[in-house]
């Protein structure tokens, strides 16, 4: 098993896209990439945490692969916006991919690379995987819960 971690905006939308996914196992929300000791939810929404709205996905690498994850992280968000994605605006919503180990850190810069290269300036952060806090449980799962997650994006 491994572990990813991913923020592309509303953590709601990018966790359901990463749960459909063959070879995911398991996927939490939280919040990363901050200097607030286990922040709650109003405190991220507040801006002055510095954490990221995030999803941590737990994987088979033998069934999907970190750069088939990349790929679908590049395709549910614009990673051309600077924190922000559609409606929701502030540096919780930023662009992230927080690395695990030496593998994807050089996964990432090279797929953060090609994206580039397809044009748009591309302003994802890439950066090692700090403390995940999990956000509240209302959080987790939060568009199965409400009946909207077989939906499509």
Partial sequence: MAKATFAAG?????????????GVTETAVGYTGGETPDPSY??????????????????????????????????VHDATQLNRQGPDVGSQYRSALF?????????????????????????TEIVPAATFYLAEDYHQQYLEKRGVASRGL
Avoid at 44 to 59: F, I, K, L
């Fill in 10 to 22: 509303c953590f709601w939308g990018i966790e359901k896209a990463f749960r459909q996914v063959d």
């Fill in 42 to 75: 109003e405190q991220v929404c507040s801006g002055r945490t510095g954490h990221a709205e995030a999803v941590q996905v737990d994987y088979d690498p033998a069934r999907v692969s970190y750069d088939d994850l990349l790929d679908l992280f590049w395709r």
């Fill in 99 to 123: 690395f695990h180990d030496p593998e994807q850190e050089a996964a990432a810069q090279a797929a953060k690379a090609r994206q580039q290269a397809s044009g748009g300036q591309i302003v």
